[in-house]
């Protein structure tokens, strides 16, 4: 399995799409190194259109990502004059790329093939408005950019990726405050130790956001993937320390301490 996470982000007045995952498919005892998170573009002038991120068996998630291309790619071609779709524009294609699953599911489990399949498909629109949506098995979709605002598909959503996604006070209203790029990267790697079935954060990071009026599509840059696993190793040890000062000197005291460092901060803004 995998471990996908994609987030809604408040980037200034406008919302923007953060996905990462870890790069480990398991398949019995075997177990390699693969792309769970895929960009869609128009690909002749590359306008970006989405982004899709697949937990399961691989060859399911191989044909969920390219149907989901074909789908935007034509939309895009005839329906939305070669640009980024609007939110209603997405919604609507979403709309035919469930058709089209529900079909192909069908007739598998026709077959006595029974499919393992999760994918979030998310975009950004020209007004900074994000859609996120969540596929499962059957072919179904559900919006979820609203609430909860993330969708989290893999067998690490079970050994700890929705744990620490609410221990670390992610919320789309709070996102503002957070770096979600070391946040995705930061729970990957803390699955990856005790879930097998999930590798470690490799730098497979996509965020797709508006920047001057321009919808922009791009994944972690190996500069900034250095710094993120820096930072990681930095954050682990100092939950550590926060806990054993919790017990040294007691959580009330600790508290006030760190109130006060953010108090100090605030002013100094």
């Given at each position: 399995m995998t471990l996908v996470i994609?987030?809604?982000?408040?980037?200034?007045?406008?919302?923007?799409?953060?996905?990462?995952?870890?790069?480990?498919?398991?398949?019995?005892?075997?177990?390699?190194?693969?792309?769970?998170?895929?960009?869609?573009?128009?690909?002749?002038?590359?306008?970006?259109?989405?982004?899709?991120?697949?937990?399961?068996?691989?060859?399911?998630?191989?044909?969920?990502?390219?149907?989901?291309?074909?789908?935007?790619?034509?939309?895009?071609?005839?329906?939305?004059?070669?640009?980024?779709?609007?939110?209603?524009?997405?919604?609507?294609?979403?709309?035919?790329?469930?058709?089209?699953?529900?079909?192909?599911?069908?007739?598998?489990?026709?077959?006595?093939?029974?499919?393992?399949?999760?994918?979030?498909?998310?975009?950004?629109?020209?007004?900074?408005?994000?859609?996120?949506?969540?596929f499962d098995n059957r072919g179904l979709a559900e919006p979820v950019h609203d609430s909860p605002g993330f969708a989290i598909i893999g067998s690490g959503f079970f050994t700890g990726g929705i744990l620490l996604l609410k221990l670390l006070g992610y919320r789309p209203e709070v996102s503002t405050e957070m770096h979600l790029g070391i946040l995705t990267s930061f729970i990957i790697d803390l699955v990856s130790e005790v879930d097998a079935s999930v590798g470690p954060f490799l730098g497979e990071s996509w965020l797709m956001r508006i920047k001057n009026g321009e919808i922009l599509l791009g994944h972690l840059k190996e500069e900034a993937y250095k710094e993120f696993k820096g930072k990681i190793k930095v954050r682990r040890e100092l939950f550590r320390q926060l806990w054993k000062a919790c017990e040294e000197l007691g959580e009330e005291v600790v508290y006030k301490q760190i109130k006060k460092l953010l108090d100090r901060m605030k002013r100094s803004q």
């Open positions: 994609a987030l809604k982000w408040f980037i200034g007045d406008s919302e923007a799409i953060v996905m990462a995952s870890d790069s480990r498919v398991s398949v019995g005892y075997l177990t390699y190194e693969a792309r769970k998170i895929y960009p869609i573009f128009l690909k002749k002038k590359q306008v970006p259109l989405a982004i899709a991120g697949g937990a399961g068996d691989t060859s399911m998630i191989k044909q969920g990502f390219r149907i989901c291309e074909k789908v935007l790619q034509v939309y895009a071609e005839k329906e939305w004059k070669r640009k980024t779709p609007s939110f209603e524009e997405f919604e609507e294609a979403v709309s035919e790329i469930e058709s089209r699953l529900i079909s192909r599911f069908r007739s598998l489990k026709e077959m006595g093939i029974e499919p393992s399949f999760q994918m979030v498909l998310g975009s950004i629109d020209p007004n900074g408005k994000a859609s996120l949506y969540l």
